[in-house]
């Protein structure tokens, strides 16, 4: 048995694993990540990010890395397939950037690499215990004592399931499926570029949808398909090129030409969420702790963001910086936004209509999401830009994103590159905390402001300054 130790052991290399482990790297945490596939399989079930994933990349320089790998850049998001553009809100990335999972992960992995991170493939996490003290993982003929364990082991989740913990929430009705199609020739009416959400999915008859995204390359496409209504016997069963073939006839005709399909997958429509994120030293964070249908695009993002609203606050408990509520606080705050997250699914849900009246509902519903005012309530929601962690402050940008802003130094967000707190100020102020980049600047997002102290994750802890409750 190999013998290790490691300040937290991270399992699961996906979108959240990757992203919690730069975090904590970037933090000076020893941090073991163990993922149980020998190698990256490639193929994706993400498309996209949302503005407020792009914003949290860029707080960490990695956007730059992800625009490069991507595909597309989608002038709007959508909400049961009704496109809401971004407009209204204040952000430098109002657009979801068309970029496959495997190249998210792909950019996250290499970041890791160069800090010196390498993740344990063909590592299975088999078995772990807590005490007092810490925590031993067992993976193989590998024994690692950290001081916590973070499961980031996707919807299956076996820390979770170790745990004991209920993942209860709506059961859904039906299913569907997503297949990477190749085409020998542009299918007839297909688009051929990924510009907006409109016309994107189509439906049948009740209950039933099938929406059609371009890639990368030319001809090959993400089909996806279902039955809101009805699912099969086994929704682990093998997709079939069969299903594959009459989806496609159904959307294009006869004269559609599969040349190959690349990847299929079946998934569900249940929606469910963890009873709790922390137990002792083991935490939970992505699909781990939350799955859902993957309506307006969010499920990748939540995770991202989960593991920014933690990489932090478990680097400031590892170094004895952290007030005692801070870790507890992950739960409160992302538990909340995933139960919001949730909560518009079911909504988008209701809205794939299954008889008349509920056809009626949509199209007064489609009617209203062109006013200004939904739009922007409905964008806000599923790109996570409405994100509001709860202060003591009434304030309206207490809790609330920075949004990014030219500085004399350049933009606000490249003062967070290190993972720190910033304290922008008008007035020449001491930094409150060894932690704290103090950067005067002439004005603020917030005219009547004076100072707002920024959290390591783009929101503002507080318009005071002071980092009472959040620091030792
Ligand atoms: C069809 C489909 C389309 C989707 N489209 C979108 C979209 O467009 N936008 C979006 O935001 N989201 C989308 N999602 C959701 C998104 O794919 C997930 O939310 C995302 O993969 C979650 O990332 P994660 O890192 O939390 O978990 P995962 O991606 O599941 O990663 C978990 C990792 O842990 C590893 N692992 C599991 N058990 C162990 C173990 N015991 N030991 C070691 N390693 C282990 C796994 O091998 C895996 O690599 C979609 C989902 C589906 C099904």
């Known amino acids: 048995m190999q013998e290790l130790t490691a300040e937290v052991v991270v399992v699961g290399a996906g979108p ?3 992203m919690l482990a730069n975090e904590l790297a970037l933090a000076g945490v020893d941090v073991q990540v163990l993922e149980r596939m020998h190698e990256r399989t490639g193929l994706s079930k993400a498309l996209n990010l949302q503005p407020r994933t792009a914003e949290v990349l860029d707080l960490r320089r990695l956007l730059p890395r992800a625009q490069d790998r991507s595909f597309a850049t989608v002038a709007d998001g959508h909400f049961a397939v009704i496109p809401v553009p971004y407009t209204g809100w204040d952000t430098r990335h109002p657009y979801q950037l068309g970029i496959p999972q495997a190249e998210v992960e792909a950019a996250l992995e290499e970041r890791l690499a160069e800090q010196g991170v390498r993740v344990r ?3 299975e996490l088999t078995n772990f215990s807590q005490d007092a003290d810490g925590v031993t993982v067992i993976a193989g003929d590998l024994r690692i004592r950290a001081a916590y364990l973070v499961g980031c082991d996707g919807g299956r989740s076996s820390v979770r399931k170790a745990l004991n913990l209920s993942f209860e929430g709506i059961e859904g009705q039906g299913h569907g499926v997503a297949a990477d199609v190749l085409f020998k020739s542009t299918p007839p009416g297909a688009p051929t570029q990924w510009r907006s959400m409109s016309n994107m999915v189509t439906s049948g008859s009740p209950g039933k949808f099938i929406g059609v995204i371009p890639l990368a390359e030319p001809n090959l496409y993400r089909i996806s398909f279902g039955d809101r209504l009805n699912r099969p016997p086994n929704l682990r069963a093998e997709v ?4 594959v073939r009459q989806a496609v006839t159904e959307r294009f005709g006869p004269e559609a030409q599969i040349a190959e399909i690349r990847w299929a997958s079946r998934f569900s429509d249940d929606s469910r969420l963890a009873e709790k994120y922390k137990v002792g030293r083991v935490l939970l964070a992505g699909d781990a ?10 499920g990748l993002n939540l995770g991202i963001q989960d593991a920014m609203n933690l990489g932090w606050k478990l680097a400031a408990e590892l170094n004895n910086r952290a007030s005692a509520a801070l870790l507890d606080s992950y739960e409160e705050e992302r538990r909340t936004v995933a139960s919001q997250v949730l909560n518009n699914i079911a909504a988008q849900n209701a809205l794939v209509p299954t008889t008349p009246n509920q056809l009626a509902l949509r199209a007064l519903f489609r009617d209203l999401a062109t006013l200004p005012e939904v739009q922007h309530h409905l ?3 599923v790109s996570g830009l409405d994100i509001r962690y709860k ?7 207490a809790g609330t994103r920075l949004p990014d802003f030219p500085t004399a130094q350049g933009y606000a967000s490249t003062l967070f590159h290190k993972g720190n707190w910033v304290l922008l100020t008008k007035t020449p102020t ?8 103090v950067a005067q600047v002439p004005h603020l997002p917030w005219p009547d402001l004076q100072r707002i102290l920024v959290r390591p994750d783009g929101y503002i802890a507080n318009t005071t300054g002071s980092t009472k409750g959040w620091l030792t």
């Open 430 to 437: 001491p930094s409150p905390h060894t932690e704290v980049l």
């Open 16 to 18: 959240t694993g990757l």
């Open 121 to 123: 493939r063909g590592h």
């Open 391 to 397: 202060t003591e402050e009434t304030h309206p940008a």
């Open 379 to 381: 964008s806000g929601m």
């Open 289 to 298: 702790a939350h799955t859902h249908f993957p309506a307006g695009g969010q």
């Open 240 to 243: 079939t090129a069969e299903e």
